[in-house]
Nanobody, 128 residues
């Protein structure tokens, strides 16, 4: 069974950077597109990035130009680097696998109900 654990969150000043890590266990990630999501208090979970099995990537408009997603299948890891962090980026960040019923070589799906095997999340707080 595929499971994920996220890490790398913390308290960052506005304008700072973070790299979040998502590590898989149970199954190799080679055959899965992986998405990054976040959820702020009182808000719905939103997709912010995706990387396909062929390393096609996609980003939410608010993250485009500030975020870079990458993967290392040998380490069963997916990374999300976010630069120029803003207070509105404060949220719990999650990773998950795209459902097997979808094409894994594309990254045109970033709705949370299309993903599964959610990790527990890592808190990112952007504040001075």
């Amino acid at each position: 069974q595929l499971q994920f654990v996220e890490s790398g969150g913390g308290l960052v000043q506005p304008g700072g950077s973070l790299t979040l890590t998502c590590v898989a266990s149970g199954l190799p990630i080679d055959y899965y597109a992986v998405g990054w999501f976040r959820q702020a208090p009182g808000q719905e979970r939103e997709g912010i990035s995706c990387i396909s099995t062929t390393r096609n990537t996609n980003y939410r408009d608010s993250m485009r130009g500030r975020a870079t997603v990458s993967r290392d299948n040998a380490r069963r890891s997916v990374y999300l680097q976010i630069n120029d962090l803003k207070p509105e980026d404060t949220a719990v960040y999650y990773c998950a696998a795209l459902g097997p019923q979808y094409v894994q070589t594309q990254c045109d799906r970033m709705a949370s109900d299309e993903y599964y095997s959610w990790g527990p999340g890592t808190q990112v707080t952007v504040s001075s």
